[in-house]
Nanobody, 126 residues
């Protein structure tokens, strides 16, 4: 099970941190990721972490403003979002994949992930 939390409303330029807590067999997943989906748009990759190596991958458009991290117990994934823009408004989803992801294109592909959280709404006002 994946439980996302921490979304909310913020003014442009502000910051938010969202969290995703894994439980059960998901804890041993190969990778965890954040995606987002705005109304009328496809689900978009934000970033991912290889749970074993700790390697982190970002979408190019998120680099510099968004930071992914995890806790030492490897049960919680965080997404720190800074300098937020109205176009960052979306439902943010965490996902976990149990299969090996090798290439960057694997990490950015939603169907490579087996488990999804319920999503948390982030709204950025101008």
């Amino acid at each position: 099970q994946l439980q996302a939390s921490g979304g909310g409303w913020v003014q442009a330029g502000g910051s938010l941190r969202v969290s995703c807590t894994a439980s059960g067999r998901i804890i041993s997943s190969y990778a965890m990721a954040w995606f987002r989906q705005a109304p009328g748009k496809e689900r978009e990759f934000v970033g991912a972490v290889n749970w074993s190596s700790g390697s982190i991958y970002y979408a190019d458009s998120m680099k510099g403003r968004f930071t992914i991290s995890r806790d030492n117990a490897k049960t919680t994934l965080y997404l720190q979002m800074n300098s937020l823009k109205p176009e960052d408004t979306a439902v943010y989803y965490c996902a976990a994949g149990s299969s090996a992801l090798v290439f960057y294109t694997d990490y950015v592909t939603p169907h490579r992930y087996d488990y999804w959280g319920q999503g948390t709404q982030v709204t950025v006002s101008s």
